[in-house]
């Protein structure tokens, strides 16, 4: 498990550790499955920990963040409006013209199969340097 270099303190894959036990509850079990599929999807990810206590996954650029609120997990993709989302699967911020995200309610279950290819195309997009409308073309 690839993660960003700190110079003290423990490392960001600790501290999402600490927030998944944290948590206690059906969101710190969301926010782990969630975290292993990103793995299995892009095993070279990066483990970040930013804005003040929040997951982030990146590599070549932020694929998605994992922010947790008291009625739901929050998946926000940076660059989630130039994604292909065949599935469906975003279903909050979609007014932006950058980001897309995914509410999670408890009870609530992601298609795995469609979670790992959203995380997939954020990575072909970043590795094609786009963020435009064309990098979607191009990550399909």
């Not at 998944?20 to 292993?36: F, H, K, N, V, Y």
Request: glycine letters at 10%.
């Amino acid at each position: 498990m690839k993660q960003s270099a700190l110079t003290t303190g423990p490392s960001a894959s600790e501290l999402i550790d600490a927030r998944i036990a944290e948590l206690g509850d059906w969101r710190g079990q969301t926010l782990s499955r969630m975290r292993q599929l990103i793995h299995e999807a892009a095993p070279d990810v990066v483990e970040e920990w930013k804005w003040m206590g929040t997951p982030v996954w990146s590599l070549g650029g932020i694929l998605c963040t994992g922010e947790s609120y008291q009625a739901k997990l929050k998946l926000t993709f940076a660059k989630g409006a130039s994604l292909p989302d065949p599935t469906k699967l975003f279903n909050s911020s979609l007014d932006g013209n950058t980001r897309r995200a995914i509410d999670i309610h408890e009870g609530e279950q992601v298609d795995a199969d469609a979670f790992k290819a959203l995380i997939r195309a954020a990575v072909a997009l970043n590795a094609a340097g786009g963020g435009g409308k064309a990098g979607a073309r191009q990550a399909k």
